[in-house]
């Protein structure tokens, strides 16, 4: 599960263009409705709108998971406004889907360099870090995510993933699955499936360690 774009509200010191989007549960992946461009900090200068254009013409992209022509158009993104997080971050996406996860990383990094503070970039450098085995490194950028959305769905869902299936520590995976469960909109009958597994083997490792 994860966010697949990252917005523009931080390209520039101060905000003036904020992209949402709807983020909707499915399995290891979210769909997004495509994003739109408002004014957010009324009396700031405008960003440019060439800027605005490819930005959104980068989400299509991203959404129509057109990825090796995303990452061509985020890559002159980048060259263009390398001071701009979510263009980094977005880059970042679309070497993740082209499963390079080395360069992917190094895109997150350079997002969180010029915004440490940045949460998609915090999130897609967690799951990159996952797929390369970076369980200790993942499970630190999870945890920053959440001091800056401490009630991401997404970030909720896919720590427990790390602590369940990677670093088996089951007590927090059932943390983290509980407060996703308990922030979605709808019962997620799967999630719901794992909580009662999890509660289960819980239960028997500390009954064993009690033993």
């Not at 790390?162 to 909109?185: S, T």
């Amino acid at each position: 599960m994860l966010n697949r774009y990252a917005d523009m509200a931080r390209c520039i010191t101060r905000p003036v263009v904020l992209l949402s989007f709807l983020a909707v549960l499915s399995g290891c992946s979210l769909l997004s409705q495509a994003p739109q461009a408002t004014d957010t900090a009324a009396g700031e200068s405008p960003l440019p709108e060439a800027l605005k254009e490819g930005y959104q013409q980068g989400l299509v992209l991203l959404q129509d998971e057109k990825y090796q022509q995303a990452l061509l158009h985020w890559q002159t993104l980048t060259t263009d406004y390398a001071d701009c997080p979510g263009c980094w971050t977005n880059l970042g996406i679309s070497q993740y889907y082209l499963q390079n996860y080395p360069d992917s990383q190094t895109s997150f990094q350079t997002a969180l360099a010029l915004d440490a503070q940045f949460c998609p970039a915090l999130k897609m450098k967690a799951l990159a870090e996952r797929q390369t085995g970076q369980f200790i490194q993942s499970e630190e950028s999870y945890l920053q995510a959440l001091k800056c959305a401490p009630d991401d769905i997404n970030l909720h869902y896919n720590l427990g993933i790390l602590y369940d299936l990677y670093l088996h520590d089951l007590a927090k995976a059932l943390e983290h699955y509980r407060r996703a469960a308990d922030l979605m909109p709808e019962k997620d009958d799967t999630l719901a499936m794992w909580i009662t597994d999890l509660e289960r083997r819980n239960a028997e490792q500390v009954a064993g360690e009690g033993s």
